[in-house]
């Protein structure tokens, strides 16, 4: 278990002029790539940051951010009855390395819900934007409101709460959002309860940048238990996952469909 001073975040961004950085990123020259039928943005971490930076100074409407990983791509692909949520999205990245393999090399980074909650924290500290954290569980968010407020002291977070609510805890935290009128929220549940829990409830999320993270909270907190080494280096987190709890058999013959789908994609993208 991690302690309270160990949470992960990129220290040599401190020296950097970031926000200098992201104003030099020309957002408007940023690609989109289809795969499966599906707009995923095909940008770096520094590129998406950049273009949630111009959406919060904006601050035109509710903005939504999706991570794509090989099962979530699997269930969300046209045809299926969550693809509507893909169409809803403003920003659609991709968190999975598989999908990268899928197609051949094309998208330029993988950009996880951690080191994109971690810059989006730090950016907000520095332009003093609120942060309104829902999701996990109570000692979960405890722990990681702890951590971000050692390491971030002038980040205002406005709220948090853990994500196992009866309906009337629910209803309040809907109104302690739409109160505080957050700049960024991140929400933290399991697929696809997440991804329909924002859908149904984007009047409560004023002009917020909504951010899926999902078991980011865990990984942030030392509770979620780490793939190994030859897993995470190859961006395999997501096949580690699914081998570690081998009752989640859909998942298992949804991987292996995609990999079949994989090898079909790649061969159109030779073609």
């Known amino acids: 278990m991690k302690q309270p001073s160990e949470i992960v975040h990129n220290s040599s961004k401190e020296e950097r002029d970031i926000l200098l950085e992201y104003q030099n990123i020309d ?39 999706l991570f794509l990983d090989p099962i979530k791509l699997m269930r969300m692909r ?5 693809h509507r949520i893909t169409e809803k999205a403003g920003t659609i990245l991709v968190e999975g390395a ?24 730090r950016l907000a500290e520095l332009k003093e934007f609120t942060i309104f954290i829902f ?24 709220g ?7 309906r009337q805890r629910e209803m309040r935290v809907k109104e302690a959002i739409r109160k505080t009128e957050p700049d960024i929220i991140f929400l933290a549940m399991d697929f696809p309860e997440q991804e329909v829990w924002i859908e149904n409830n984007t009047g409560f999320f004023g002009k917020a940048l909504v951010v899926g993270v999902g078991g980011a909270l865990d990984m942030l907190s030392g ?10 280096t190859r961006g395999l987190s997501w096949l580690w996952r699914i081998i570690a709890r081998p009752y989640r058999i859909r998942r298992m013959w949804e991987t292996v469909y995609f990999l079949i789908l994989g090898l079909i994609e790649r061969f159109k993208n030779k073609a």
């Open 223 to 232: 509770a979620d238990k780490k793939a190994p080494e030859y897993f995470k």
């Open 160 to 166: 948090r709460q853990a994500g196992h609510l009866d």
């Open 135 to 158: 999701g996990s569980k109570d000692e979960i968010i405890e722990r990681v409101f702890f951590n971000l407020t050692r390491h971030f002291p002038r980040v205002r977070i406005v």
């Open 78 to 82: 046209p045809g299926k009855s969550l």
């Open 98 to 121: 598989g999908i990268n393999w899928m197609t051949s090399g094309r998208l330029k980074e993988r950009v996880t819900p951690v080191a994109v909650m971690m810059d989006l924290i």
């Open 27 to 65: 957002v408007s020259k940023l690609e989109t790539i289809k795969v499966l039928g599906i707009n995923i943005d095909n940008v770096t971490n520094d590129e998406a940051i950049a273009k949630m930076y111009r959406i919060l100074e904006k601050k035109a409407g509710i903005h939504y951010v």
